[in-house]
């Protein structure tokens, strides 16, 4: 048996979605905006178009239509 074993501490951290895309991906803030921007536009519409609804918290009414 080794005594030389190591612990490691694992403790929750905030996640910034910015750095993360830009380390991981590569992507720059101009890119990152544009993204955040298309997909609120793309939010919106669904949400004009009557294709998103707000999530209640009820699982059943979502699925059964009656949600929103």
Do not use: W
């Not at 905006?33 to 298309?38: G, M």
């Not at 609120?40 to 949600?67: M, P, S």
């Amino acid at each position: 048996m080794s005594l030389d074993a190591k612990i490691a501490a694992f403790r929750p951290s905030p996640i910034d979605f910015a750095v993360c895309s830009m380390h991981e991906y590569g992507a720059t803030a101009a890119e990152l905006e544009q993204f955040e921007k298309r997909t609120h536009d793309q939010i919106e519409k669904g949400r004009k178009a009557g294709k998103l609804h707000e999530f209640t918290g009820n699982i059943e009414d979502c699925v059964t239509g009656k949600g929103h």
